[in-house]
């Protein structure tokens, strides 16, 4: 009977994951770990394999690192240079263009392997919809703010258990514009942002659930988009099935990184122009 019951929880930690959540906080720096309290994505930590010295894009502005996050691809790939960029208004063209035009993401990647998979995106920061393939998801939707936004990925998981679902919160971003990125009330934002991730966690099936944290940059004062390590460096943080336990990661890690490992996981294709590489988290 030991045996059977070893055998299979070792099948289990071998499987793909059936569904991926993915969580990204809009300016979460890494200095936030050193004075926030953050017991959910400290669990994470612990049954997960992570890193504080993951690496950005620049500029260090949401658009171009947003847009790396979920293509696998850096600004001199898929083009998004600055916050001002538009799909019909802008300078460096895509060196691949998929749907719709823009450079291809890991939605439309995913989809164009497994057709009818449930994919959703609920984003809190109104601009990363564009960023997005519109036809690529079972549903896209904006809801400011984070508790709102955090209450309707809730109730969209629990409605439809998609095998993808991205979440994005901007409550930290907002702090650290607000009273800066060393103050007090933007600890709270990252305790808070902390709190709702928990909360999510709470109604998934984690032993059959890729759960990823990420963010596309940190900040010094009012703001970022300048080359510092404090805007660059950013915290990544992947676990469920196919991952280490409690691994600290080293070596160079980017956040362009994510959308090639997470396809690595479930043994889908990265597409073509993708520049990431898939990280090793076992």
Request: aromatic share 8%; with cysteine; proline share 7%.
């Amino acid at each position: 009977m030991k045996l059977i019951l070893f055998l299979f929880f070792v099948a289990l930690a071998g499987a793909a994951p059936r569904h991926v959540v993915i969580v990204g906080v809009d300016g979460l720096g890494v200095e936030a770990f050193q004075k926030a309290a953050m017991p959910n994505l400290r669990k994470l930590m612990a049954r997960g394999a992570w890193t504080l010295h993951a690496r950005g894009v620049l500029p260090t502005v949401s658009s171009p690192n947003w847009m790396s996050i979920i293509s696998g691809a850096g600004p001199e790939q898929h083009g998004v240079d600055s916050n001002e960029w538009e799909r019909f208004n802008h300078a460096i063209e895509p060196i691949c263009a998929g749907p719709e035009k823009i450079f291809p993401t890991l939605f439309s990647q995913w989809r164009s392997q497994r057709p009818k998979a449930h994919l959703a995106m609920i984003h809190d920061w109104q601009g990363f919809g564009r960023l997005v393939e519109k036809d690529s998801t079972n549903e896209t939707r904006h809801v400011k703010g984070s508790p709102a936004a955090t209450a309707a990925a809730i109730a969209y998981w629990k409605q439809h258990r998609p095998e993808l679902l991205f979440l994005h919160l901007d409550d930290v971003d907002h702090a650290g514009h607000d009273k800066t990125w060393e103050s007090v009330d933007y600890v709270r934002a990252v305790e808070e942002a902390d709190r709702l991730i928990g909360e999510l966690m709470a109604v998934l099936p984690l032993e059959q659930t890729l759960v990823a944290i990420v963010a596309d940059h940190g900040g010094t004062e009012k703001g970022h988009g300048h080359p510092t390590m404090r805007e660059l460096e950013v915290p990544w943080i992947l676990a469920g099935p196919g991952v280490a336990r409690g691994r600290e990661l080293t070596g160079p890690i980017y956040s362009l990184d994510t959308a090639p490992t997470v396809f690595g996981l479930l043994g889908l294709k990265p597409h073509p122009c993708w520049t990431g590489r898939a990280v090793s988290v076992k």
